[in-house]
């Protein structure tokens, strides 16, 4: 197990194996736009079909939403975001270059409280200021700290070009769920409990986008949204915590030694409890990949309020009526790629020589099974080979790769994660076998071509 690899070395792979690129790197890149390259959409897929079916199709007490992404500007007055979704910002005098206050102060081990008033953290900033430098010119000539609101507007509908009534991309995914809890229960008639599941987008303008993919203005959520009865949600909360974590030791196959539970020790006014599960990452350290949030009924209560239009749930067999309280979860995607990534990478040594191997699980893998030819210029093996090819592609993600040797072309598979390789040579002509080759032992075995769809599932 690599013991030293870092984020440079992560993102150095990332690119060269075609998993992560810069956003319009060709003009110069864009800070914390990134796009996932043919074997990352791969895998990116995967983590999210991993999620929905433990999530939704396991479970009979959830529903799947899709919900638009633009929304009545109303919904962001009554969520807080247009008044409160902000960051501390101050700017460089020198060279303009933004810096947010609260993790520059973080830097110098000075911590800045999220309650803190603008004033507060003006006083703060200005007693520390001389020790913190600007990113890019190194100086510490910096304005006052001003409320940066992380919205991105949009200007869908106005033609005008005022911008009287401005409409914002979501800076969280969730809301969908809390607009569409009334449809949910006139259409589905679900008992309470239950849950409503999204993967949706959401955007933010952050003032320092860092980090690779953990801090980026543009990100995928993977939302879960739990109605229960007033004063009941205190069992649930722990059977979710403990579902959520299970989830990614056993679906994902993160060592559990990189994970750790972090509750937060500042909740905001409406939250009864939340904690967030943190990963490990390399040079980074621990860090959030997903939140788990015991929200109250304030959601609902606040949109029911905004927008005249009753949201409380009415118990069909003893008509009691209320509104239901909410247990979230709430998980980045593309931080959860990072950790699936930055766990599976990994340099070990394998038949006295070194080589780099990517130990996903196998469900996530890019590519399922390598068809291998022993020798691209024998008709009859790359005609053999096509043949398992065509039938194994139907039923899984399969690559056909015949160029190099074969020991080239095993270590170019282990680089993307492939679990199994298989191998056409002569004896396969004969018997029907062919050489099925473990990814993480490099262990080889025969299997008879008949077998291999069953033995691979």
């Known amino acids: ?3 030293d690899k870092t984020m440079d070395e992560i993102i150095s792979f990332a690119k060269s194996k075609g998993f992560v690129f810069q956003g ?10 990134y796009d996932y390259g043919p074997r990352g959409v791969e895998l990116l897929n995967n983590i999210k079909s991993s999620w929905w079916r433990a999530t939704v199709q396991l479970k009979p007490d959830y529903y799947g939403l899709d919900s638009a992404m633009f929304k009545d500007p109303r919904v962001w007055e009554a969520s807080g975001h247009t008044g409160s979704f902000s960051d501390p910002m101050a700017e460089c005098k020198d060279c303009n270059t933004r810096l947010r206050v609260d993790k520059a102060l973080e830097k110098v081990d000075v911590e800045a409280d999220e309650k803190m008033s603008e004033e507060e953290i003006n006083k703060l900033f200005s ?9 890019k010119c190194g100086g510490s000539n910096f304005s006052e700290v001003k409320a940066f609101n992380l919205l991105v507007q949009s200007n869908l509908g106005d033609f005008t070009g005022k911008g009287d009534n401005p409409v914002y991309l979501p800076g969280e995914a969730c809301q969908g769920i809390y607009l569409n809890f009334k449809n949910i229960v006139d259409s589905m008639h679900p008992k309470i409990p239950f849950g409503v599941a999204q993967i949706n987008k959401a955007f933010r303008n952050e003032i320092s986008p860092r980090n690779f993919l953990f801090r980026t203005r543009e990100f995928e959520q993977a939302d879960t949204q739990y109605f229960v ?3 009941e949600n205190k069992d649930a909360y722990e059977r979710i915590k403990h579902e959520r974590w299970d989830w990614y030791v056993n679906d994902l196959g993160i060592n559990p030694e990189n ?3 972090s509750q937060h020790g500042n909740l905001v006014f409406y939250a009864q409890d939340a904690w967030d599960i943190e990963y490990n990452y390399p040079t980074y350290g621990f860090d959030e990949v997903e939140g788990v949030h015991d929200r109250g009924d304030y959601d609902l209560t606040q949109h029911s309020k905004c927008s005249g239009v009753d949201l409380s749930y009415v118990d069909q067999e003893s008509k009691e009526k209320f509104v239901p309280w909410v247990l979230e979860t709430s998980a980045g995607l593309g931080r959860i790629f990072l950790a699936v990534l930055s766990d599976a ?4 040594m394998l038949d006295g020589k070194e080589r780099r191997v990517l130990r996903l699980a196998k469900d996530l893998a ?14 009859e093996l790359v005609e053999k080979a096509k043949e398992v090819f065509n039938t194994l592609n139907k039923l899984m993600v399969c690559e056909y790769a015949d160029t190099g040797t074969v020991g080239k072309r095993y270590r170019k598979q282990d680089e993307i994660g492939t679990p199994n390789c298989i191998t056409i040579d002569f ?15 490099g262990e080889q075995n025969r299997v008879r071509v008949e077998e291999l769809a069953s033995v691979l599932a």
């Open 345 to 348: 990478y990994d340099i070990d």
């Open 127 to 135: 007693e520390h200021k001389s020790k913190i430098k600007c990113t």
């Open 366 to 379: 890019p590519v399922r099974v390598a068809i291998l030819p022993l020798l691209k210029n024998k008709p």
């Open 1 to 3: 197990m690599s013991k």
């Open 259 to 261: 994970l750790r539970w």
């Open 24 to 33: 319009s790197e060709i003009y110069g890149g864009m800070a914390g736009v």
């Open 427 to 441: 004896d396969t002509l004969e018997d029907n076998t062919v050489t099925l080759r473990d990814r993480d032992t």
């Open 229 to 231: 009865r007033p004063n």
